[in-house]
């Protein structure tokens, strides 16, 4: 299964980036035995977007078809880092190509996405930015995938 990091806002070099490029390097490796491909990421320019509307419609354009869509939500469901592994693994045995992840701009995310959303997750009460949820998220993909190969990583 493949993964879709689809954000409002570039990402650009800095430690958020290499921290970002860090976790989604070790989610690769440690993913593909388990039957998870590499995370693609596409970058909505806040720019274009004329606030949570716009950036709505371009984020939508973005998302993969028929996959599952989890949307980063600040009113999102709280999960444990082994139930988002477990979420993980059950869209990849129910057999879906491609799995996508959304974050917002400054504003959040247009109504449309967030119906479009499968599941809206939530990193707790605080908002965070967008490039923090990006190496948050990251790393919670590679914590995930080290759940579900039973590596040492995630100590619970």
Do not use: N
Not at 19 to 40: K, M, S, W
Not at 85 to 99: F, N, S, Y
Not at 115 to 133: C, E, N
Not at 143 to 148: E, Q, W, Y
């Amino acid at each position: 299964m493949k993964l879709r990091l689809c954000a409002v806002g570039r990402l650009r070099r800095g430690p958020e980036r290499a921290l970002t490029d860090d976790y989604l390097e070790r989610y690769a490796r440690t993913g593909r035995a388990l039957g998870f491909g590499a995370v693609e990421s596409r970058e909505i320019d806040e720019r274009k977007g004329g606030g949570p509307a716009g950036e709505g419609a371009l984020l939508l354009r973005a998302l993969p078809a028929d996959g599952p869509v989890c949307a980063l939500d600040e009113r999102g469901r709280m999960m444990t880092s082994p139930d988002f592994a477990a979420m993980l693994a059950e869209w990849r045995d129910a057999g879906a190509g491609t799995g996508a992840f959304v974050i917002g701009g400054a504003d959040g995310l247009s109504e449309a996405v967030l119906a479009r959303a499968d599941v809206r997750l939530s990193f707790g009460p605080m908002v965070w930015p967008h490039m923090l949820a990006r190496v948050m998220l990251a790393e919670q993909l590679y914590r995930a995938v080290s759940i579900l190969a039973g590596a040492p990583y995630h100590r619970a």
